[in-house]
């Protein structure tokens, strides 16, 4: 006897739903015939409220972030991007520039506030091209360090910013002094944005195209990956570089061994650093970088509308804080080499691959789930294959969290509503930035483009790298803070 499953109908639930009542999945499970065993219906409730939307306003949210990016370049036919916010504002950010004519492109997932990962996407690209430019790099080598010297250098100077704003003798400073370092600042606005871009935090996953050499970089938790057409006609996902995550055990071992053994037990807490953040490394949060004495003698002075942010589990940072820095920008990073049948390169927030292996976000079923949905892209509805990726994630299976299920999605239109219209939405779903670029490794010149229905179509623009660093290198160490408080 064949499963039954049942729904209530569409109209139906988003009355209930809207009324605040309980939407009810019901699905029959068949068991082989047999005296002893019966059929048994499971019951998954799900109470929150949704509306139920028509699939043009479903259309119309998906593709309102979309946008396409020209550029000619060898083997890059054009370049997708879409946005889907979950926060308010976005978290989020990303970034598609040239650096000497060579493509960079990157994401960025902000966490606590948006500033750090605004203030990334438009200095990230112009680091890392400031540096390639230093020395033109000849070896694969020579422009991996180049590309981690500039994550690492672009953090420095974000901290360092917001080290000079304070008064460097930490031994008999006062809560006033803190306070008037904003206040009496010549510019109130610009401290305070300094301020933020370092209280707030963001992951970065980038990629660098020098003709058919690829290379990735990851601070955090987001993922890169390549998807293959093998000549079989089977496709294959491959991640291009490891996460930065707590949850991942090599990086945890790695993340704990950077201090004393008697620490062992309290850095990584249910895969989060002190139980708290959930990245093994970012730009900004700061509060996990400065040197102890900053804890209590600077941050809980700062504007109370930025240390409201994250006052309320600080003293559980405090209690834990013994060897800093606990968190790094340093990136992992790796060269990998294109080649007949790569198809795609995919540049995706941990929004996107919770979605395709939330039971395990670190697990590499997400990357083979990617190439099985972008193998049916172009063919289904969506131009633009970063929507395509984001509608298709959401769809991938209805969740059920609240009793750890995921089942086939038997009505898309209903599916879609709750995943698009349930408040808090953060509490449901992650913002998500997805950005395809698509490959050509037939032709060296692919030919251009017709980009229809794919969002706004823009040209491609130069990273402007000879600007200025954010701020003055300081003379030892990007941990001048911890000097200066000890002068």
């Known amino acids: 006897m064949p499963a039954a499953i049942r729904t209530v109908s569409a109209a139906a639930a988003a009355g209930l739903g809207l009324s605040g009542a309980s939407y009810f999945y019901y699905r029959k499970q068949a068991q082989p015939e047999s005296k002893e065993k019966e059929i048994q219906e499971l019951e998954y409730r799900d109470s929150r409220p949704f509306t139920l939307l028509d699939p043009t306003e479903i259309d119309t949210r998906l593709r309102s972030g979309q946008i396409a990016t020209t550029v000619q370049q060898k083997y890059i036919k054009a370049i997708y991007t879409n946005r889907l916010p979950s926060n308010n504002p976005t978290e989020d950010n990303y970034s598609v520039n040239t650096l000497a004519g060579k493509l960079f492109a990157g994401v960025y997932d902000g966490h606590i506030g948006p500033d750090c990962s605004r203030l990334i996407r438009k200095q990230l690209p112009i680091y890392v091209g400031r540096e390639l430019k230093k020395e033109i790099p000849k070896t694969t080598n020579q422009v991996q360090e180049a590309i981690t010297t500039a994550f690492v250098d672009l953090d420095q100077d974000i901290q360092q910013r917001f080290y000079d704003l304070f008064p460097k003798n930490l031994s008999r400073v006062t809560e006033k002094d803190v306070q008037n370092a904003t ?8 401290a305070e ?18 003709g058919d050499n690829v290379y990735a970089a990851n601070t955090g938790d987001s993922r890169v990956v390549v998807v293959r057409q093998e000549e079989n006609g ?4 491959r991640r291009l570089v490891e996460e930065q995550s707590p949850a991942h055990p090599a990086w945890r071992v790695h993340m704990i061994s950077q201090h004393p053994s008697n620490e062992a037990n309290n850095i990584v807490q249910r895969n989060r650093i002190f139980g708290l953040i959930a990245v093994g490394g970012s730009f900004g949060d700061i509060m996990y970088k400065v040197p102890r004495e900053y804890q209590i003698k600077v941050l809980p002075f700062i504007p109370y509308e930025i240390y409201s942010t994250f006052a309320r589990y600080h003293h559980r940072i405090v209690v834990n804080y013994r060897t800093p820095p606990y968190l790094q920008s340093k990136p992992l990073v790796s060269h990998y080499k294109l080649s007949k049948g790569d198809r795609y390169i995919i540049l995706g927030t941990d929004g996107l691959w919770d979605e395709l292996s939330w039971d ?3 697990s590499e ?11 049916a892209w172009p063919h289904k509805h969506e131009r633009n294959p970063a929507t395509h990726m984001i509608r298709e994630a959401l769809l991938y299976d209805a969740v059920y969290k609240n009793v750890g299920q995921r089942v086939p999605v038997s009505n898309e239109t209903l599916e879609m509503s709750k995943r698009l219209t349930r408040t808090p939405s953060r509490r449901y779903r992650d913002d998500i930035t997805v950005t395809v670029i698509e490959l050509d490794m037939e032709n060296e ?8 229905d794919v969002g706004p179509v823009m040209p491609v623009e130069e990273a402007e790298v000879d600007q200025a660093r954010l701020a003055k290198p300081p003379k030892a160490s990007w941990l001048s803070g911890w000097i200066w408080s000890r002068l």
């Open 183 to 190: 206040r009496q600042h010549a510019h109130p606005e610009v």
């Open 234 to 237: 089977t496709w294959t996902g």
């Open 193 to 210: 944005m300094h301020i933020k871009e370092a209280i707030t935090g963001s992951c970065a996953c980038s990629v660098y195209i020098d």
């Open 360 to 362: 395990n976000v670190r």
């Open 445 to 452: 010149t692919p030919a251009p483009k017709d980009l229809l």
């Open 365 to 375: 079923n997400g990357d083979q789930v990617a190439a099985n949905l972008m193998s």
